[in-house]
């Protein structure tokens, strides 16, 4: 437990980076440099610790400009298990300086060593931020939508897209009146020109893929307002079947081929006994379902886990991952290797056992620990 090593030790702001503990929480460092101008921009929507969202290599609805936690974090402190501390790179932006060990530990879900240190990058706030929501007949025309936004290069700063229950679900919990279809949250950063620039371009877009009028929310309170809901879609959602306990899966696939998948997996949705939220950082080609099951009643179970392995395959056999953000963990490991081939796991498992050879680090985790 790390939660107490919650120090920001140094902010650079003319290198644009910081160096945290790793119990400091992401809302905690934008606080501590709020008066510098500048600001970390991964946002996977709980206030989770830096730490933790190294070893887990974690994004959200920032992803689709800032990147991940790969691209922002330049530098660790790690305690490996046979109790050597080690520094796996300097401060400078970039490095040809031996194996990038770095990003060995970014993702590695705790099975490598203790993260103790980060180092982040950090990026100036933007002088204009405006923020939008624009309602779709169907789900492919809005997943269209961002396909064809980012092949012309439009620089949007987040792209969620959510889909009609789980707009239903929204405005229950949150009291809001969005319109109750396929919905896209959008997000510009720029000067005060690009921002209506690149607003004026996707609404062009979206309105040739069936999408109605933008409702826009411009002041730094509306944004707020907009995101706290997008963030709580997970606990909406829980509400739409009181008691249940929800099955949550992630793919992500390469952008052209969002809209086929998103598209396939919603008609598996409408085939499915159950509720099944979809939502997702369309931006990067991510999305996400939650699948509400009563614990107790196995053929819901069964049912649950039949349709994850459908929406799995389906994005391998695009080309995709079977997990863009919540890892690998013990669930998904049987997906890795379908992924990745024999031989990838088993150079993982070498890494694993020349790093961690008592197995004291999250034993079982990621890759199996035996072939």
């Known amino acids: 437990d790390l939660s107490q090593m919650n120090q920001v030790l140094a902010v650079h702001e003319e290198d644009l980076d910081a160096v945290v503990q790793a119990g400091v929480t992401r809302k905690q460092l934008n606080e501590y ?23 887990t290599r974690a994004s959200g609805t920032n992803a689709v400009r800032y990147g991940t936690m790969r691209e922002n974090v330049l530098s660790l402190k790690v305690v490996l298990p046979d109790a050597r501390i080690i520094q796996t790179s300097r401060r400078a932006k970039k490095s040809a300086a031996g194996y990038d060990l770095t990003r060995l530990f970014i993702g590695s879900e705790g099975t490598l060593g203790i993260i103790t240190e980060v180092t982040v990058k950090l990026h100036p706030v933007q002088e204009a931020m405006s923020a939008a929501v624009c309602a779709f007949p169907d789900i492919e025309g809005a997943a269209n939508t961002v396909i ?21 679900a ?6 809001t009146s969005y319109r109750e279809s396929p919905t896209l949250f959008l997000e510009f950063h720029g000067t005060a020109a690009a921002v209506v620039e690149q607003a004026k371009a996707v609404q062009e877009i979206a309105r040739e893929h069936g999408g109605l009028d933008f409702q826009w929310a411009t002041k730094q309170e509306e944004r707020t307002k907009l995101w706290e809901a997008r963030h709580n879609a997970y ?13 949550s899966t992630d793919v992500c696939v390469p952008i052209s081929r969002l809209a086929e998948c998103v598209a396939e997996t919603a008609q598996d949705i409408e085939k499915a006994s159950l509720p099944i939220p979809l939502f997702g950082h369309v931006g ?15 053929a819901e179970i069964e049912e649950a886990k039949a349709i994850n392995v459908r929406v799995v395959e389906r994005a391998l056999a695009m080309e995709g991952t079977c997990t863009g ?46 072939p």
Request: with cysteine.
């Open 33 to 55: 440099i709020k008066h510098t101008g500048l600001f970390f921009p991964i946002d996977p929507g709980a206030d989770a610790t830096l730490g933790g969202m190294t070893a």
């Open 148 to 168: 064809q936004t980012l092949q012309a290069g439009i620089p949007i700063a987040r792209s969620e897209l959510l889909c009609a229950t789980t707009m239903g």
């Open 170 to 175: 929204l405005n229950r919990h949150n009291k």
């Open 235 to 247: 606990f909406a959602c829980l509400q739409l079947k009181p008691g249940s306990r929800a099955l």
């Open 284 to 298: 990067d080609g991510n999305f996400h379902l939650v699948i509400l099951i009563d614990p107790k009643n196995q």
């Open 325 to 370: 953000e919540h890892g690998v963990g013990i669930g998904k490991q049987q997906y890795l290797r379908q992924e990745l081939g024999d031989d990838v796991i088993s150079i993982m498992r070498d890494i694993k056992q020349l790093i961690d050879p008592e197995n004291l680090m999250n034993p079982g985790k990621v890759v199996p620990e035996s």
